[in-house]
């Protein structure tokens, strides 16, 4: 057998195979493969192993005509599947945001880019940022700034006091000061703006977090976990500036990561997108650590 007789033999035409056919596995395996990282991040794993017992259950009562059991199955199948959409809701809500926040779709909507351009930080802000986080943290005053991206926090503006006011390291002083009025609770920025303040954001139920950390952390990533958010927390305790982002929590960060972190949502969209192929930036850790 030649080469040419060989070529022809693994063509596609020869095995009936189209390019529309090895699309559309390739969109499957990359789907498939993305549900089960999903499903091995969440709780879902635990259910996934649930579910694997459970069949090889209906699996032996098939076999020895366990005729019981299987009508249990069989009429409590629906039952299950409306269960996991209630139970695993905040996981589903998640992993479709997460769809959306992807870089490669949204850099194809033009109102999305327009939207992006107006949540980009100046250096004037990241600089009063990044001062300001580590006054309070050399003064052991705690809080929580969260740093608005492409996924709206509205819901969590309306639980604090709105401001719409200029970014500003005396402003935001006063508002952590201790005993004050609007010291409770997290700040919202969006681009070069206060827009909120005392809000209340969601814990995170991550069991792999550091059981030293605080309620305060727990909310930094918390709201990292539902939105895009870039959250500053500084330890009332100890001092230390601490970024959350994407469900990871990196801490003990000098001025120079701390500057990088902004940095990286202050880009333009078509930088934004070449750091999103590089993959995760160099002082970024995962939050159990």
């Known amino acids: 057998m030649n080469l040419q007789q060989l070529y022809q033999y693994f063509s596609l035409n020869a095995l009936n195979v189209t390019w529309s056919d090895v699309a559309e596995i390739i969109i499957l395996s990359v789907l498939i493969y993305n549900i089960l990282m999903w499903i091995k991040s969440t709780r879902a794993w635990s259910l996934l192993k649930g579910f694997a017992v459970i069949l090889f259950v209906f699996m032996l009562a098939s076999v020895f005509h366990m005729n019981t059991i299987l009508w249990l199955g069989r009429n409590f199948l629906n039952l299950g599947i409306m269960a996991v959409i209630i139970v695993f809701q905040p996981e589903l809500r998640r992993a479709l945001e997460q769809l959306g926040q992807n870089n490669i779709i949204t850099s194809i909507m033009p109102f999305e880019n327009a939207r992006k351009s107006e949540l980009l930080l100046s250096d004037r802000t990241v600089a009063e940022l990044v001062k300001v986080s580590f006054e309070m943290g050399r003064a052991r005053t ?3 700034l969260v740093v608005e991206q492409a996924v709206s926090l509205r819901e969590y503006e309306r639980t604090g006091i709105a401001l719409d006011s200029a970014v500003s390291s ?3 002083l006063n508002i952590f000061e201790k005993n004050t009025p609007l010291h409770d609770g997290a ?3 969006s681009g070069d703006r206060i827009r909120s303040a005392t809000c209340y954001l969601p814990l995170s139920d991550n069991l792999n977090l550091s059981k030293e950390l605080g309620t305060r952390h727990r909310a930094a990533v918390g709201i ?4 895009d958010s870039l959250t500053i927390v500084v330890s009332e305790e100890t001092g230390s500036v601490s970024v959350a982002k994407n469900g990871r ?6 001025q120079e990561q701390l500057k990088e972190q ?3 949502i202050q880009a333009k969209p078509e ?8 993959g995760r930036g160099r002082h970024e850790k995962k939050s159990s650590e």
């Not at 990292?224 to 939105?227: F, G």
């Not at 930088?271 to 590089?278: I, N, T, V």
Request: glycine content about 4%; hydrophobic content about 45%.
């Open 262 to 264: 902004l940095q990286t």
């Open 224 to 227: 990292s976990e539902v939105s």
């Open 187 to 189: 700040v919202i920025l």
């Open 170 to 172: 005396q402003l935001i």
């Open 142 to 144: 705690g809080a929580l």
């Open 249 to 254: 929590l990196m801490r003990n960060l000098n």
């Open 271 to 278: 930088e934004s997108r070449k750091r999103f192929w590089k």
